[in-house]
């Protein structure tokens, strides 16, 4: 009989492995769970945020917004007559000819 009770203390203690095992299993499956939870919040937030600024990025670009923001901040509006000077672009291997219209400023350094 002394091997069998050897063996049920093996076998008792196996059990006990296993058990334990799986009870530790369990448990770090609910961490793993409310993590997961959390982190789903976290993202929608974060959706939610960057939903917000690209809102507020489109509204910022807009060019309505641009020239609100470059008159109040920086006191620019249209072009003055004859602020405005045509540069003429020559033809140029394959290239047309074309012109394009430059804004000068009065405020120029070193001006005549």
Known sequence: MKGGGAFFG???LMGGVILLGYVWGKVDLVQVGYELAFLSQKKLALERQQAA??????QLMA????AR???RR???GPPRPGQLV???VPHSAGKE???IAIA????VEGKD
Do not use: C, I
């Open 104 to 107: 000068r400023t009065d405020d």
């Open 86 to 88: 045509w540069v003429v």
């Open 74 to 76: 920086l006191g620019m």
């Open 10 to 12: 093996v076998g008792l």
């Open 97 to 99: 000819t074309g012109s």
């Open 63 to 66: 060019p309505e917004s641009l």
């Open 69 to 71: 923001a470059a008159k």
């Open 53 to 58: 600024l690209r809102l507020q990025l489109s």
